[in-house]
């Protein structure tokens, strides 16, 4: 069934404007064919290619989605770029010509493939130049849900970003009657040199949900002048907000699901009782998603392009910059679900519609927007660690030298100073927190600890060697680094080729950083050895810790780094197996 | 009097403010031994002799690409990657198991992840560069960007001739490394009455502040030129805060303290009050200024972020001179102290 797909190949002429994408009835990139026909509107949907061989273009075009006009970098003409479908096994080949007068790239996220296939400018190669063409060749050897995008400068951002589904070889253990790519982006009509610039000169610019004189005048009446002001205290001395989610709000923002705005409303079909696979995939700059099918439970069976023992019963989860996740619905009754995606700090939603009678679903109210706490900022009730952090740790009393306690020292050096404005003092690892502004919300919601592979891990060998990264950086003069050295001052990350290594990754920031290693499987320590889930981007939740097992069987140099756009300059390493 | 008010402006300079970001001794449950040992580089001589340092380098040596790697015994030829992982086979390995399980120092993760048992930790650096396999364009995480800020542009309601003053910096520069300059003044009927400017190197020396050095020259009403050190930053408690301190020609002094808070009422509207003290060394008839604190200034504006760089304000400003100013302003017959209206402008890009 679901290997009807839309043939599509590419015509430039045929979405040169992205523009005006009004109507309703938009279907699935991998709309079946029937439910195709079904609608009104043509030509909508992210354009899909089929096969082993994809001629792609890239090319700047004019675009609008807030009601201005706006230049963009696209794939084909298309953003999303087209959908990709290729079968596992199968030796891809892929031509990409660059139109545009600036190099560019595109990278494969999450395949499993050659160094210099990678698409990452200095690593793989140099970089496609304006007028040339690559050609990529691989061969597909797994299968799932990934997804592709420039690796050059601010480009995705600016719209580089498409699907990639590669068909099992074999039967596929996950069974469903349609397949949808539910793909989540953020839109600006900034030029995102600018949205860094501001970041750099101001970096709550974007936060439009700050703390107001009322917001305190309503905690005194709730709990007192004291309690109130002793709640603030550990915020006011650090200088920190407890309102600090994303750098990269909603107030410049218009989400997307599939290129198409809320107002707009992507919607894909079904007919009751049918399973329905949504694969969701957030190509996002820097927004997070939280999403939900109020109406519907949800049953994840893939991560990161990986299939998972599947998860029933899950009401909402947490999609990071770069995740994918594979969930199949099963609407008995008819009617319209809404496919909410609310960015993580609340300003804005993706939105689209699951229908069987061609009707937008109404869109649900927005949750609150979440407060960190003091778990947040790493801590454990105890002492903080602020200012210029000439100290990397924490005080050995307060730690209680409980050897359960959650080893909070660092354990390699970390470069302070005016690059780092914090470090957790008691990071935990907080594998079964859903994360701030989903817990306790009533909502059955996904965590890292419900994640185990469906296939038994294939290396069992324990790690040999441990590599413990801090994520770091200073908020409010916008700097990131890891270990405080940002990767301009940084020396390259060396694996052993065949080697098996634990990294652990501790957030010493107020962010979500999704982190993401190349060429290789990052198996996520989520409880049980035997079935690790292999992820490509793990999110590491401000003031946790997390640990992951990475085989170093790809030689070569591989980009290690936060997928969030404007963190990535500085939190990157460079990764080289030999 | 002079070094009087050297020891106030240092004094000041050493302010509670300040030392929550300098001086992390103050912490409660933070020792710095503990921490610096933490952090300890090993290539530091007299730390290499410690203990802990031996470990990390035996431990270190033995296995990884660690910074603190001591020189590979073997010599590195051929490509750089070559270099340590030919050596480091299965033996080397057991033996570096060994290190780190006689080793109490070498930390441990005794978190609720199920480690079989210790193993070596480091931050995976190896121990020197490796060129890249591709030219490309370097990632430019720190772009030369500039910044001009309009914090007040505004007309005084005084008696009749409505002075405006402004007070405006721009800077441009890299992360830590910034050109700054400042200037205020006040122009009346066409004329300016006050005329200062300021060009800094600015530093940056901790996460919230900057160290900030240069001269300052000012036109008007008396010219007057002095060398500048201060400190602009972020306090506790979010006060935007300047300090500075001033030495000019004939042994003068002078220090200026700014501080500023905001008070949000909404996002886009919001209070600012403000405080500016100006001290100095010792009198200046000229310039009808006094030893000591020479005045004071007080203000509450409140703006409309019509958008985040551009807001138009109300406000009112008190001003009172003390101490000799008092008595030359006496002399010449102007207020000693004052309270006006303002309407002005905020704008930044």
């Known amino acids: 069934m679901n290997n009807t797909y839309i043939k599509n190949t590419f015509d430039p002429g045929r979405r040169h404007f992205v523009q005006g994408l009004t109507t309703a009835g938009m279907l699935a990139s991998l709309g079946m064919l029937s439910p195709r026909l079904l609608s009104a509107a043509p030509a909508l949907e992210v354009p899909v290619l089929e096969g082993n061989t994809f001629d792609l273009t890239i090319d700047e075009i004019m675009v609008n989605f807030t009601g201005s006009p706006r230049m963009a970098t696209a794939v084909n003409g298309s953003i999303p770029s087209p959908t990709l479908r290729m079968r596992e096994g199968d030796d891809i080949t892929i031509r990409v010509t660059n139109k545009m007068s600036v190099t560019s790239s595109i990278h494969w996220h999450g395949l499993i493939l050659p160094s210099n296939m990678d698409g990452v400018p200095g690593l793989s190669y140099a970089g496609i130049k304006p007028g040339e063409t690559y050609v990529y060749k691989f061969k597909a050897v797994q299968n799932g849900t990934y997804w592709y995008h420039s690796h050059s400068g601010f480009q995705e951002q600016t719209g580089m970003y498409g699907s990639i589904i590669i068909e099992p070889r074999n039967a596929d253990p996950v069974k469903f009657d349609r397949d949808y790519v539910v793909l989540l982006s953020d839109w600006t009509d900034e030029d995102p040199h600018t949205v860094y610039a501001k970041l750099k000169k101001m970096s709550d610019y974007y936060n439009r949900r700050e703390r107001t004189l009322f917001d305190f005048t309503k905690e005194v009446r709730e709990k007192g002048l004291a309690k109130a002001i002793e709640a603030r205290k550990m915020w006011n001395q650090m200088r920190m907000s407890d309102r600090d989610i994303s750098d990269v709000t909603g107030y410049t923002y218009t989400f997307l699901a599939n290129g198409q705005t809320p107002n707009q409303g992507w919607m894909g079909s079904f007919r009751p009782g049918e399973k329905v696979r949504l694969r969701f995939i957030n190509g996002s700059a820097m927004t997070f998603f939280d999403i939900r099918i109020p109406g519907l439970k949800m049953q994840v069976v893939a991560a990161d392009g990986q299939n998972i023992k599947p998860v029933h019963g899950i009401d909402e989860f947490r999609i990071a910059v770069a995740e994918t996740y594979d969930v199949i619905v099963q609407p008995q009754q008819g009617g319209s679900y809404p496919i909410f995606a609310q960015a993580i700090d609340r300003s804005g939603y993706a939105f689209g519609t699951l229908t069987s009678n061609g009707k937008k679903a109404k869109v649900p109210p927005l949750d609150p927007a979440p407060l960190l706490t003091h778990k947040d900022m790493g801590m454990n009730m105890g002492g903080m660690n602020m200012g210029s952090g000439d100290m990397a740790g924490m005080d050995h009393s307060a730690m209680g030298h409980n050897k359960n306690a959650g080893g909070s020292k660092a354990r390699v050096k970390i470069v302070t100073g005016p690059n780092i404005d914090m470090l957790a003092m008691d990071p935990q690892v907080r594998l079964d927190d859903p994360g701030v502004g989903l817990r306790n919300n009533g909502r059955r919601v996904l965590t890292y600890a419900d994640i185990k592979n469906l296939y038994p891990t294939q290396d069992k060998r324990p790690p040999n060697r441990e590599i413990e990264l801090h994520l770091t950086g200073n908020m409010s003069r916008y700097i990131w680094s890891f270990n405080g050295v940002k990767f301009n001052d940084s020396r390259p990350i060396g694996l052993r080729f065949g080697e098996r290594v634990r990294f652990t990754l501790i957030n010493d920031t107020m962010m979500n950083h999704p982190i993401h290693l190349h060429g290789m499987w990052s198996e996520l320590e989520s409880g049980d050895d035997n079935y690790l889930p292999r992820k490509h981007t793990i999110i590491v939740q401000p003031g946790a810790k997390i640990s992951y097992l990475v085989t170093a069987d790809a030689k070569g140099h591989w980009a290690y780094h936060c997928h969030l756009l404007y963190h990535m300059k500085g939190m990157f390493r460079r990764v080289i197996v030999a | ?349």
């Open chain 2, 1 to 349: 009097m002079k070094k009087h008010i050297i020891a106030i402006t240092f004094g000041l300079l050493a302010s509670p403010l300040v030392l929550a970001d300098m001086d992390h001794s103050r912490h409660q449950g933070m020792k710095m031994d503990t921490a610096n040992t933490q952090n300890m580089d090993c290539s530091n001589p007299v730390h290499a002799k410690m203990a802990e340092c031996n470990a990390q380098k035996k431990a270190a040596a033995s296995m990884d690409h660690s910074k603190h790697t001591m020189p590979m015994t073997e010599p590195v030829t051929g490509t750089e990657m070559k270099m340590d992982h030919s050596k480091h086979s299965k033996p080397m390995g057991k033996s570096m198991q060994d290190h780190s399980m006689n080793n109490t120092s070498m930390k441990m993760d005794h978190s609720t992840m199920k480690h079989q048992s210790s193993i070596p930790v480091s931050d995976g650096s190896l121990d020197h560069d490796v060129p890249f396999p591709y030219p490309a364009e370097k990632m430019e995480d720190d772009p030369i960007l500039t910044k001009f800020m309009l914090d007040q542009l505004e007309v005084h309601d005084a008696n009749g001739d409505n002075p405006v003053t402004w007070e405006a910096e721009a800077w441009i520069g890299k992360d830590f490394n910034k050109l700054w300059f400042k200037t205020e003044g006040e122009r009346v009927n066409g004329d300016n009455e006050e005329l200062e400017l300021q060009a800094l190197y600015s530093h940056a020396i901790a996460p919230y502040w900057d160290v900030q050095a240069g001269v300052r020259k000012d036109f008007k009403p008396t010219g007057r030129e002095w060398a500048v050190i201060g400190l602009k930053g972020l306090a506790p408690y979010f006060f935007e805060t300047d300090l500075a301190l001033f030495a000019g020609d004939k042994g003068r002094t002078a220090a200026r303290i700014q501080s500023e808070y905001e008070l949000l009422f909404t996002q886009k509207t919001i209070l600012t009050p403000e405080i500016e003290l100006n001290l100095y060394g010792k009198n200046d008839p000229e310039m009808r200024i006094g030893s000591g604190l020479a005045d004071a200034r007080v203000g509450l504006r409140l703006r409309h972020e019509f958008r985040r760089e551009f807001a138009p304000y109300i406000g009112v400003e008190w001003t009172k001179k003390f101490g000799d100013t008092a008595d030359f302003a006496r002399a010449d017959g102007v207020d000693v102290s004052d309270t006006q209206f303002v309407t002005g402008i905020r704008a930044w890009f």
